[in-house]
């Protein structure tokens, strides 16, 4: 495969417009499988605002992305997402791709918006969205996939991107771009790498809290013979049973292969500490979100008690001043990251130019729809231009809703292939749009979603 | 004054149920007088999305609250209260008002639209609102004012209604009821106190960043002139401007009068103790909001190194686990609690609860809309049944848009008096609903909001 080939460029005109962004709220009744079922989140039905930011452009070029939810809720999040038009719509296309820091920070600080956050939640989480789809036209307008649109970028343009606003104590600008100009040796070498190699996957699959032993045993052997080396068990609804599955777990997976454990914020700090003791016998490569996500004391509380276990969080940590506080704190000793929770790209470089100053590994969080198909390309983007590694960490991979999507995630040897199609594998197939439309497309027309709060108790 | 009248309680039957949430934009041109104009907020248009629980009982008993935003997205904020709908309606109102921690844990914990928050942002904020409705209604059916309701609950009922959820390392069940068991030694007295004398309340009237020189020289002189002891500036634009600033109020105040400084979250870490240094030398009473509100370690790094200023924040923390890290880490000497921030009276009350346990005295954030007539209850009934103190604090104090109330509030001699109607003081005036409706309202159908950005740069 020719790994450098040349890309093809659309060129746009100046006068280019944003004529519309667009937001549908897709669901999928993953609920009734069990699908995603966890201590805190028993009945998902994995959910979306599909955005799209429409262009004038004669090519008809466009961005995409979408915004995860897991179900009720969506319509807010779609509402979130429509509140944004007034301040992206008549914006010039080169204006807003030609300065994606600037695009991200006209959104964040709008002084009247940030009062719904400011930079969490719903608000902070439609503006990712928005922003996801603007970086997802530049790396079709650059004809690139987006993890190697970022890796060709220059250190100065990736400082650009970021905003370093309650960052400067932990990060500078001026450290980030030494940091970035360190890691141009080598940048093309790892983009050969990863386009021959592709980058390590573990997986989520075998371990929801909703399947059967038998399940759980069948899974994991699978798992294992699909080429992955690192499997995740959801844990923390029953002590007798965690210790039950991570037998069986072990058993099926053998001795050599890394089991992680997640708790989705089920505990206090008291009872993690104590449960993350007798679960320590099992040897858990990780313990993933014991706690609130906001308590970033906690975490490191339960970090200094559970030792040497290792401790993590991230998916739900809602902006990079908490990610920030949870290293400065040593709360952690690996982090996740999400494509869709964050304020959008340019947030989740500030977190990868974090993790990489204070040495801890990113695992980025992933399932749900489409969080396979965006995580990958920040992994990779990391690997080529911030952090240059990649063997010490993993990208979740859960096997569930790829075919929805035009450029999906492909797995071989539980490793990600690196995308080859320009953008940022955002794009929804035409007919699952259409399908899974919540409240009217057909899935959902002549069957009824859970009454509010049939997963609770 | 009968200071301990018999309320007129109404008596619901046991059928009776809540049978519409309904939630209404409104939203005042506040940005044309640049009315609330500060270092971050430069031209809020103070809205509000006003709720109503409304029940068949034939007396016609309502729940009344309402979440406050700065305009643009208050549309947002009301579609994440409609969404409760399905949550809320169709329950039967003795069952959620004999209850109301038992309800508020079932719309914050609801397996799919915690993923929005969780515990933060536009979906918290929603929640927090109907929770304070249920609130209103149940003072409403006991025909007491709020704080008297909470001030005449048991120990046993205050601690019921709090979520320990992610608490238990800095306050248990069992200690809070000690607290609560202390503190009702001298209740009655209490309420009695508070009828005949009121609640301190400090003024931020005088101190907007868009106000001139002259403007600000003559509220502050008539503000002392009213009977406030402490009055509150907004600073962080300009270094020079602070100091001219803080030298006029000063010299209008004189010298027995307190002035806190308000950065409304302008800075990064260490420019915030560059600027509180430089500001130090006009005693300032404490500067409120110096840097990101998530940012706990970062406000525990400038209150050392800016000691003995002290350093506070808390109107835009997101909930109680932020509190407690706020608390644990030593970060502030006062709090401003919120009452449409966090997930309504129960989380208040715990946050109450920490601040009273740690030392930390709590100086309600007010302004807004609503915010005085609703903040007023929590600091009182804090006052009764949980901290037992007035004199060493002091809610804060705006004059504007009180009209709109039913129940507005009313200071003499800069002192809250105690409410004496039933409910939370959240009703809005039935003409203003109309008037203020957005955007088909008369006082929006022929003038143009500012668009987005006007504000900005």
């Not at 100046?14 to 549908?24: C, G, H, P, Q």
């Not at 719903?122 to 690139?144: Q, T």
């Not at 008690?305 to 990610?323: C, D, Q, Y």
């Not at 990489?356 to 980025?364: I, T």
Request: charged share 25%.
């Amino acid at each position: 495969m020719d790994t450098r080939d040349t890309p093809s460029r659309i060129e746009i005109g100046r006068t280019t417009r944003i004529v519309a962004l667009e937001a549908e709220d897709i669901r999928f009744p993953t609920s009734r499988g069990r699908i995603g079922s966890d201590a805190m989140n028993r009945d998902p039905d994995y959910s979306a605002v599909c955005i799209t930011l429409r262009t004038d452009d004669a090519s008809g070029l466009a961005g995409h992305a979408l915004v995860f939810t897991i179900g009720r809720g969506n319509e807010v999040q779609a509402a979130a997402v429509h509140t944004l038009c007034a301040l992206v719509e008549r914006r010039g296309v080169s204006e807003v791709l030609d300065d994606l820091g600037g695009f991200a920070r006209s959104l964040i600080h709008d002084s009247q918006l940030r009062w719904l956050g400011p930079e969490k939640g719903v608000m902070h989480m439609a503006i990712g969205g928005v922003v996801n789809a603007a970086w997802d036209m530049a790396a079709r307008r650059a004809g690139l996939p987006l993890w190697r649109f970022i890796g060709e970028l220059s250190p100065e343009q990736i400082v650009a991107a970021i905003d370093f606003r309650y960052l400067s104590d932990a990060l500078a600008p001026d450290e980030a771009l030494a940091m970035l100009r360190r890691a141009e040796h080598g940048r093309d070498k790892r983009i050969t790498e990863l386009l021959q190699r592709g980058y390590p996957a573990y997986t989520s699959s075998p371990g929801w809290l909703g399947y059967s032993d038998e399940k759980l045993a069948q899974l994991t052997r699978q798992a294992v013979a699909d080429g992955f080396r690192t499997l995740k068990l959801k844990v923390g609804e029953n002590l007798e049973d965690d210790r039950r599955r991570f037998t069986i777990a072990r058993a099926a997976a053998g001795e050599s292969i890394a089991i992680a454990v997640d708790a989705n914020q089920r505990w206090d700090v008291a009872p993690a500490i104590e449960w993350i003791r007798a679960l320590a016998p099992f040897r858990p490569a990780w313990i993933e979100e014991p706690t609130s996500p906001d308590d970033v004391l906690g975490h490191a509380a339960i970090r200094r008690a559970a030792a040497p276990v290792p401790i993590s969080t991230g998916e739900h940590t809602h902006n990079r001043v908490m990610f920030k506080q949870l290293l400065q704190a040593r709360a952690v000793d690996l982090l996740h990251i999400d494509a869709t929770r964050v304020g959008g790209v340019n947030e989740n470089l500030a977190i990868l130019l974090l993790a990489a100053k204070f040495g801890v590994p990113v695992f980025p969080h992933a399932g749900g729809v489409g969080l396979c198909e965006m995580v990958q390309h920040l992994a990779m983007a990391d690997f080529v231009a911030i952090g240059g590694s990649m063997e010490d960490r993993a990208i979740e991979y859960v096997d569930h809703l790829h075919e929805h999507f035009v450029d999906p995630v492909r797995i071989r040897d539980g490793r990600y292939l690196a995308p080859t199609a320009p953008g940022f594998s955002t794009e929804m197939r035409e007919a699952s749009l259409h399908g899974f439309a919540w409240p009217d497309g057909p899935a959902w027309r002549f069957n009824t979603p859970l009454p509010p709060g049939a997963g609770q108790g």
